[in-house]
């Protein structure tokens, strides 16, 4: 696979720039916090199977 270091560069600034202005703006903090609550819903949700999970273990044994 050939990389082209022009198109890289430009890639690599425009992410920068994006960055940059979401900083600016307070945006990639929003970014970031919505990743979080995303991120505990779905670990919220693994608890909640895995307890399910062990109820029915305990039922079954009964």
Not at 30 to 41: E, G, I, K, P
């Amino acid at each position: 696979m050939k990389i082209n270091g022009k198109l890289l560069i430009i890639q690599l600034l425009l992410w920068l720039m994006g960055e940059l202005i979401l900083n600016h703006l307070a945006l990639d903090d929003l970014a970031d916090y919505t990743h979080f609550l995303r991120s505990q819903d779905e670990e919220r949700t693994r608890l909640i199977e895995s307890q399910m999970c062990l109820r029915k273990i305990s039922l079954a044994t009964v």
